[in-house]
């Protein structure tokens, strides 16, 4: 089992940054793809971004290219989104979901979750 626990969230102007981080617990978070999704109320939930165990290969939702970067750490248990120029558009509860190996742009292939954080862009 892996236990994920976003942190991050808040309240931020139109063209401000956030900064969201997901812990995971256990031993083998090197071995999973990592990726971040968003889910605006009255929405579907949507791929945001999502790297691979090494770190070697990332990807973007369209919506986000150029303004979020996603990172990580293996030696902390740790992935990161850099969201920089956010807008109103952006505003959602994002999660933290981890799969073998691999990127994915697809939640249902997705192991396990974080419970979420608020991120609300003013405008």
């Known amino acids: 089992q892996v236990q994920l626990v976003e942190s991050g969230g808040g309240l931020v102007q139109a063209g401000g940054s956030l900064r969201l981080s997901c812990v995971a617990s256990?031993?083998?978070?090197?071995?999973?793809?990592m990726g971040w999704f968003r889910q605006a109320p009255g929405k579907d939930r949507e791929f945001v971004a999502a790297?691979?165990?090494?770190?070697?290969?990332?990807e973007y939702a369209d919506s986000v290219k150029g303004r979020f970067a996603i990172s990580r750490d293996n030696a902390k248990n740790t992935v990161y989104l850099q969201m920089n120029s956010l807008k109103p558009g952006d505003t959602a509860v994002y999660f933290c979901?981890?799969?073998?190996?691999?990127?994915?742009?697809?939640?249902?292939?997705?192991?396990?979750w974080g419970q979420g954080t608020q991120v609300t862009v003013s405008s």
């Open positions: 979901a981890a799969r073998p190996w691999q990127v994915s742009f697809i939640d249902s292939e997705y192991v396990y």
């Open positions: 256990g031993r083998t978070f090197r071995t999973y793809g």
């Open positions: 790297i691979n165990w090494s770190g070697s290969n990332k």
